[in-house]
Nanobody
């Protein structure tokens, strides 16, 4: 079974940058959307950014102009470049795949990673 594994989280000062990675444990044949979500303590999970199979991207209002989502199909990896980080960006960041089909043609309507913690603090 294919899994999504996030990495790249950590502690960063306000104004700093981090790049998160979401790597698939196996081959992903196709997907509809790969996205990053985040959940801060006491808050609901929210969409940060998404990228479609066609390459279209969308972003949450709070991160527009600061975050960039991208993908490397050859590496089965999706990235989230986060710049100009603010304390309010502190959260656990999750990767999600929608309608994922792996190399064995197994279908996953939704596939979530385990999350990676980002802390923005001085």
């Amino acid at each position: 079974q294919v899994q999504l594994v996030e990495s790249g989280g950590g502690l960063v000062q306000p104004g700093g940058s981090l790049r998160l990675s979401c790597a698939a444990s196996g081959i992903i044949f196709s997907f509809n959307v790969m996205a990053w979500y985040r959940q801060a303590p006491g808050k609901e999970r929210e969409l940060v950014a998404g990228i479609s199979s066609g390459g279209s991207t969308n972003y949450g209002d709070s991160v527009k102009g600061r975050f960039t989502i991208s993908r490397d199909n050859a590496k089965n990896t999706v990235y989230l470049q986060m710049n100009s980080l603010k304390p309010e960006d502190t959260a656990v960041y999750y990767c999600k795949g929608t309608n994922v089909v792996d190399g064995y043609r197994n279908r996953y309507p939704e596939l979530w990673g385990q999350g990676t913690l980002v802390t923005v603090s001085s």
